[in-house]
């Protein structure tokens, strides 16, 4: 299993190119089960997430074609997958396959959209509370579908085609709204989905479903209005960058010090988590080419945070935020609204010397004037790449083991890092 080393040190100056977002990617992906066509996406990341799910739809007969490099293409550039799902030629999603990646029962839409049934193992994912599917459900019965529970199955069928209705989402879910989406947009007639969610990968969503001829307006705020189309064709879709690696390397700068360039992203999608950054002593500034971040000499300040659903501070960014509050200068308080259990990183941060303490979904942090160096162990995809921040600045070595959780959504996180003086570097092999 591979491990990643870091030796604590001095700021990071350089450029940083920011990759397609996954949490956007993974649904575009699922949406060409919608059409015969060719969905064509361009700015895909490479990532282990990615490639499970090119699998699972290769499963359902999705055939995909990377294109290959261009001239003059740097390294950075994304890639571009043609994904066609000609005929649905198997409309289960196994267990051994799903539940390596909770997204991908996100297929249970699409599959009864366009072959009137689907048959999909409850999920698995990353280890961040219980994470339910009752919403997704609850969704796709209100536009028709007949749910059963088998042996660990989702079993969903709607023989005649899916009918327009009401979804009243009781908790703003995204999963549940881009499952919504891709199941109304084949519906006959009108579909309301109320107490959506508004996230930015949403909004990219059904900007690629409207290029393939759906009728969707709406995405982005609370209610989206859908008008059922009989059939969708193929398009070409870029995927927006992704806010959660803006973030993260944000967070990243803000704890060493230091003036990089997040080249391609895009201040509006993470604009509650830049605040709160420039709050803490980080300078933020927005160009052509992206965000500059910046913090020169001056400690970091304490600042208290409460994750919520877009446009609020991202639970995905909580723990990267809070390794840096473990260097401020007091006390910080943040209070995780959306999981419960999503504290892993808490005990790893304290092994780098962290003072922590959890009371119920608020952990409360002061200040340390040091880390230093320890192995930890990653426990999910964001936990991970906190203590990759905290790595960063901690005095002497730090390791990293069960990487394969930073291989999920940060692509080539080490070598990114690295451009910008970062020492970093990835061993291969057993721990
Ligand atoms: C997505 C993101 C994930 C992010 C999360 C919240 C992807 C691939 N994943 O996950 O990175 O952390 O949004 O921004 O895009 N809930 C229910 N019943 C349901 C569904 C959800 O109770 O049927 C609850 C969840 O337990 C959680 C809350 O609703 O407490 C929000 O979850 P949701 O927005 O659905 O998260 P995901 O779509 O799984």
Redesign the pocket.
């Known amino acids: 299993m591979d491990r990643i080393k870091i030796t604590g040190g001095g700021p990071l100056e350089g450029v940083i190119p920011i990759s397609g977002a996954?949490?956007?990617a993974?649904?575009l992906m699922i949406a060409s089960l919608l059409t015969r066509d060719t969905l064509t996406l361009s700015n895909m990341p490479l990532l282990a997430?990615v490639t499970q799910l090119e699998r699972i739809l290769g499963n359902h007969g999705v055939d995909f074609a990377i294109s290959g490099k261009r001239s003059g293409q740097s390294e950075n550039a994304g890639r571009t997958v043609h994904f066609t799902a000609r005929d649905i030629v198997d409309t289960t999603a196994p267990y051994d396959l799903v539940s390596r990646?909770?997204?991908s029962f996100?297929v249970l839409a699409p599959l009864v959209a366009r072959a009137g049934e689907a048959r999909v193992s409850l999920p698995g994912?990353?280890a961040?509370?219980?994470?339910?599917?009752?919403?997704?459900?609850?969704a796709m019965e209100q536009l028709g579908t007949k749910i059963e529970i088998e042996n660990g199955y989702v079993v969903a069928s709607a023989k005649n085609g899916l009918i327009g209705g009401e979804i009243d989402f009781p908790?703003?879910?995204?999963?549940?709204?881009?499952t919504a989406l891709m199941a109304a947009v084949l519906a006959r007639g009108e579909t309301v989905i109320k107490n959506a969610?508004r996230?930015p990968?949403i909004t990219d969503l059904a900007n690629c479903l409207n290029k393939m001829g759906a009728k969707i307006s709406g995405a982005g705020e609370s209610t989206i209005v859908v008008k059922g189309v009989g059939s969708l064709h193929g398009a070409h879709h870029s995927v927006l960058p992704d806010r959660?690696e803006t973030g993260t390397y944000a967070m990243a700068v803000a704890m060493t010090g230091g003036d990089v360039l997040l080249a391609g992203a895009r201040a509006a999608d993470l604009q509650a988590a830049l605040d709160v950054l420039e709050q803490s002593g980080t300078k933020i500034t927005s160009t052509p080419e992206g965000l500059r971040v910046k913090r020169n000499g001056g400690g970091i300040q304490p600042v208290d945070i409460e994750t919520a659903?877009?446009p609020a501070f991202?639970?995905?960014l909580q723990a990267q935020f809070m390794a840096l509050m473990t260097r401020a200068n007091g006390v910080s308080r943040i209070t995780e609204t959306?999981?419960?259990n999503r504290f892993m990183h808490v005990q790893e941060l304290a092994r780098l010397g962290a003072h922590i303490k959890l009371e119920g979904d608020t952990a409360i942090i002061t200040g340390a004037e040091h880390l230093d160096g320890a192995p930890v162990m990653a426990t999910d995809?964001?936990a991970s790449v906190s203590l990759v921040i905290a790595g960063l600045v901690a005095r002497g070595e730090t390791t990293i083991n069960r990487v394969y959780h930073l291989d999920r959504g940060f692509e080539r996180l080490e070598s990114k890092l690295r451009a910008c003086g970062a020492q970093i570097e990835r061993i291969s092999g057993h721990a």
């Open positions: 996954k949490n956007a993974l649904p997430d990646m909770r997204a996100w994912g990353c961040i509370g219980t994470r339910p599917v009752d919403l997704l459900l609850m908790k703003v879910t995204v999963g549940g709204t881009h969610a996230e990968e959660i659903p877009f991202p639970t995905d959306i999981f419960e995809l964001r």
